[in-house]
Nanobody, 123 residues
């Protein structure tokens, strides 16, 4: 099994930056692609950014140019650097991992999930 633990969430003001971290442990040999999803109240969970097993990245259109995903395989860490945050991005942010190397926007295709870290952006 893979355990994912997110950190770095909090309350920020519109326009601020924030960096989320995700620490992976357990059967990390089975981890290939990793990503960040978010879910706002009353909305579906959406893929925000992901990085494939080969290092290619995906970003949702709404965050392109403002968010950056990276991973440190030596430390089993995944990061999401977020800038120019706006109140509509208030949500629970989840780290996810899958065995396949490719990125998939369907949350059902991701097998491991963290508990989430809350990001609240005030106006």
């Amino acid at each position: 099994q893979v355990q994912l633990v997110e950190s770095g969430g909090g309350l920020v003001q519109a326009g601020d930056s924030l960096r989320l971290s995700c620490a992976a442990s357990g059967s990390i040999f089975s981890i290939n692609a990793m990503g960040w999803f978010r879910q706002a109240p009353g909305k579906e969970r959406e893929l925000v950014a992901a990085i494939s097993g080969g290092g290619s990245t995906y970003y949702a259109d709404s965050v392109k140019g403002r968010f950056s995903i990276s991973r440190d395989n030596a430390k089993n860490l995944l990061y999401l650097q977020m800038s120019s945050l706006n109140p509509e991005e208030t949500a629970m942010y989840y780290c996810a991992a899958r065995r396949a190397p490719s990125i998939n926007i369907d949350q059902a295709r991701w097998s491991s999930w963290g508990q989430g870290t809350q990001v609240t952006v005030s106006s």
